[in-house]
């Protein structure tokens, strides 16, 4: 018997190395559990083509977006373990979800198979140009002065332009008015026309703006300037100590998928990510490049699952 299943062993692994050096033989998805325009989907459509390349297989980026993210991921973890769906994740969705939503139709550890984190960012703090705060001084001073009167939009509840706002919040004992979207694009719009007051954004749509005088640039939520913005002080510079709020994006499968998939999806996208033009392109956006093991992002996602679960409590945030 023992024999039998070790002769099993073989050949089974041996058909996943089979398979991982055929694959993929169809085009991959990539959803996308955000709509076209915001972080999520500007940095999907940068590494999908050099997958495309590497493959010769198109990656077709399925936009699926809603309830913060959510609703894409849940699609992808009911999918088949076939490395033909991946998911292009983030903070929100994988390590704050957990904690914002009581009936989450997917298990963040459970049901993905992490293959890496492909690059974090900050987010830049904008109002429309109207707002008479010039900096994050006076906009607390202004928000505390008038209570729950300026609002702040994001991409959906639980979603790190949610957060970030509310640990603004919390540190400095403000109050403002959240007005949740279904994504990014609609948001800065709805900011462009005086609708809301402020959002915090990915910086890759917000850049141009900022430049054009569309919108009016606050602040940065890491602890140091962004490259993309140097004049711009970070809000812990600009008079909230420790204030620090980094988004991040990382591929994953459906849990089940076979380790030899992962693995290759894992070494492709590393490459691409050492590329000078990748890594320069993210760095042009204030992007770090990251590449880590699927271990490690696994484990970076329990991490970050502790920090913003915190977060969430003390400001009280929930969805349901």
């Given amino acids: 018997m023992n024999t039998r299943i070790a002769i099993a062993v073989i ?5 996943m190395g089979a398979q991982a050096q055929t694959y993929p033989t169809k085009p991959v998805r990539l959803i996308v559990p955000f709509p076209p325009g915001g972080g ?5 459509r940068a590494i999908a083509p050099k997958l495309s390349e590497a493959w010769g297989q198109q990656i077709v980026v399925d936009n699926r977006p809603g309830s913060g993210g959510t609703i894409g991921m849940a699609i992808a973890a009911k999918t088949p373990p076939d490395g033909y769906t991946a998911v292009m994740g983030q903070l929100a969705n994988l390590s704050a979800a957990p904690s914002m939503y009581k009936n989450l139709p997917y298990d963040p550890v459970r049901d993905f198979a992490p293959v890496t984190q492909v690059v974090s960012t900050p987010l830049v703090l904008v109002s429309h140009p109207s707002l008479p705060a010039k900096n994050v001084k006076e906009l607390v001073a202004l928000a505390r002065a008038k209570p729950d009167a300026l609002t702040y939009g994001s991409p959906g509840n639980g979603t790190l332009g949610h957060l970030a706002a509310e640990m603004f919040k919390t540190m400095t004992g403000t109050k403002m008015l959240h007005i949740p979207y279904k994504g990014a694009s609609l948001a800065i719009t709805e900011l462009m026309g ?8 990915s910086i890759p749509p917000a ?4 430049k054009a005088g569309r919108l009016k640039a606050l602040g940065v939520t890491s602890l140091k300037r962004a490259t993309a913005l140097p004049d711009i002080p970070s809000i812990a510079e600009g008079g909230v100590p420790g204030y620090d709020a980094v988004n991040w994006y990382g591929l994953a499968y459906p849990a089940g998928t076979p380790q030899a998939i992962v693995t290759k999806m894992h070494e492709d996208t590393v490459k691409i990510l050492r590329l000078p033009e990748v890594r320069d392109r993210f760095s042009s956006e204030a992007g770090e490049v990251v590449g880590n ?10 991490t970050e699952a502790v920090k913003w679960g915190k977060v969430i409590r003390d400001s009280g945030a929930r969805v349901d």
């Fill in 11 to 15: 050949l089974a692994a041996a058909a």
């Fill in 40 to 44: 999520t989907d500007l940095i999907s």
């Fill in 194 to 201: 005086g609708q809301i007051t402020t959002y915090f954004s």
């Fill in 207 to 210: 850049v141009s703006l900022i």
């Fill in 293 to 302: 093991t699927p271990e490690q992002f696994a484990a970076f996602i329990k």
